[in-house]
Structures are given as C-alpha cells and as structure tokens.
C-alpha cells in the first residue's frame, strides 16, 4: 500500500519527545528551493570546511542569513562574513524563511524566524557523525532541516553520544524539527548511497534553519 507521503499528504513522525518528521512538508516548494540554492552558492559557492582538529569535512557548505556557520582550525562559530570573500553572507530568500517558520510552527514551534540557513550538499560517500547544533547563542529556538534530492539515513540519538539512535529515511522534500527537549539531541547523516535524483543527480542538499544569535 502507498504511504501517505507518496500520496502527496504530509505525514507527521516523531523521532523523539520534541523532534518530529515532516514529510513531504517542503515538496510543493522545493524547485524553488532548489533555485535558491543555486543563486546562493553563485554568489557564496560551496567549500569543504576543515575541522579544529584539522580534517576536511566531507560535506561541502555554505550559507545564506545575517550570520553563517563556519569552521576552522581555531573552532566552530557563527560569523556575519563570509571567510572566503569576506563579503556578507547572501541575504535568506523569503521562501527559505516562509518555510522555516511553517514548518516549525507545525512541528509544535510558534513564532520561529531563523537568522542563519547552513546549506550542506553531499555527494556519495559524504557523511555528518553525530553532533550537537550546541554553538547557537541560546537554544530556546528549535533547529528546522529540509532535505532536498537523493535520500540519506538520519540518525537522531539523545543527549549523550552513547545514546542508542532512531534512524530516519530524508527523502526529497522531508523536514525535520527539532526543539525543547530535543533541541540538543546527537544527530548525524550515515555515508550517503549513490543514486540518481532527477533534480540534483547523485548529489543531496539539505537546508539547516537555526536562529543563532
Ligand atoms: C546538520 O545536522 O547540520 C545536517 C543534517 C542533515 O544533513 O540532514
Ligand atoms: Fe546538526
């Protein structure tokens, strides 16, 4: 039988107390996010971030927003500068905000207006172990994940690294909130499959919404 999501309804998945899976929530949009992603890494093109302790994140980012999150041998941080250009950050399109905010009101989170969107893109093989979102200035405000093109096994644990993990399928339009008592829940990407999506090829994006400062 088809699920609700290949139906094109929406369905509502809890991972843990206070993080919930949306799917299919940003599907309708996501050509359009799509596009902003491509304006974005014009103008602030993706790089592979090295780590403090000095390795190359498989992942490759960039970011939009007043503030963006970035890395180095010195730490993890949040700075109004893109390092690379040492131009500001390109502005968050409003569709990127409008869904943000949607969805997380949806997921149980009223009123969240994101200053920061870290835009990952993975390629095969590209992985995130499992981490906090812990350099945010406060943390009442939940983190909102949109996943975009080929699918990857998420991983979501508790509050200590050892913690046994739920693992969750992100397909392309899935989005994931995350706030109160989970909002500083372990969480990671396995190795991503190779496959074909017919918008973005073998490559997954994913679109992280936090309000960090
Ligand atoms: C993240 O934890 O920043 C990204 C999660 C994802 O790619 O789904
Ligand atoms: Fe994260």
């Given at each position: 039988?088809?699920?609700?999501a290949?139906?094109g309804?929406p369905?509502?998945?809890?991972?843990?107390?206070?993080?919930?899976?949306l799917r299919g929530f940003a599907l309708e949009q996501s050509e359009?996010l799509l596009?902003?992603?491509?304006?974005?890494?014009?103008?602030?093109?993706?790089?592979?971030?090295?780590?403090?302790?000095?390795?190359?994140?498989?992942?490759?980012?960039?970011?939009?927003?007043?503030?963006?999150?970035?890395?180095?041998?010195?730490?993890?941080?949040?700075?109004?500068?893109?390092?690379?250009?040492?131009?500001?950050?390109?502005?968050?399109?409003?569709?990127?905000?409008?869904l943000?905010?949607?969805a997380?009101?949806?997921?149980?989170?009223?009123?969240?207006?994101?200053?920061?969107?870290?835009?990952?893109?993975?390629?095969?093989?590209?992985?995130?172990?499992?981490?906090?979102?812990?350099?945010?200035?406060?943390?009442?405000?939940?983190?909102?994940?949109v996943s975009l093109g080929?699918p990857?096994?998420?991983?979501?644990?508790?509050?200590?690294?050892?913690?046994?993990?739920?693992?969750?399928?992100l397909e392309h339009g899935d989005v994931?909130?995350?706030?109160?008592?989970?909002?500083?829940?372990?969480?990671?990407?396995?190795?991503?499959?190779?496959?074909?999506h017919?918008e973005?090829?073998?490559?997954?994006y994913?679109?992280?919404?936090?309000?960090?400062?």
């Open positions: 039988m088809p699920s609700q290949h139906l309804l369905t509502l998945g809890v991972l843990a107390e206070g993080a919930v899976l359009e596009l902003g992603i491509a304006a974005v890494c014009e103008y602030a093109p993706f790089r592979h971030l090295v780590t403090p302790g000095g390795l190359r994140m498989s992942v490759a980012m960039t970011n939009c927003g007043a503030v963006g999150w970035v890395s180095d041998r010195e730490g993890y941080r949040y700075a109004a500068l893109d390092p690379d250009s040492r131009l500001p950050w390109p502005a968050m399109p409003p569709t990127f905000t409008a943000a905010t949607q997380a009101a949806r997921a149980g989170f009223p009123g969240f207006v994101p200053d920061c969107c870290l835009v990952n893109r993975y390629e095969p093989g590209a992985r995130l172990t499992l981490h906090q979102d812990r350099n945010e200035r406060g943390y009442t405000a939940p983190v909102v994940s080929v990857a096994v998420f991983q979501f644990g508790g509050l200590r690294r050892t913690d046994p993990t739920t693992r969750a399928d994931v909130a995350w706030g109160g008592p989970a909002r500083m829940n372990f969480h990671g990407v396995l190795p991503l499959r190779e496959a074909e017919p973005t090829g073998n490559l997954r994913n679109l992280t919404f936090r309000l960090a400062r």
